[in-house]
């Protein structure tokens, strides 16, 4: 789905792409967690941010 309002596409970008990956379980946590609110890991990463085509 494209978005043209670039405004309403740097939320979204922001919304997806912020946030940690468990690599134990790959649950989603929020950017500031320091555990995995899943198997309380605290292996976690940065979701990769890919620069995303237009
Ligand atoms: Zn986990």
Redesign the pocket.
């Known amino acids: 789905m494209p978005i043209g309002d670039p405004d309403k596409r740097r939320i979204a970008a922001t919304h997806l792409l912020y946030v940690k990956v468990?690599r134990?379980?790959?649950?989603r946590n929020a950017l500031y967690a320091t555990k995995?609110r899943?198997?309380?890991?605290k292996r976690l990463r940065l979701k990769k941010r890919v620069a995303t085509k237009k």
Do not use: D
């Open positions: 468990c134990k379980c790959y649950a995995c899943r198997c309380k890991s």
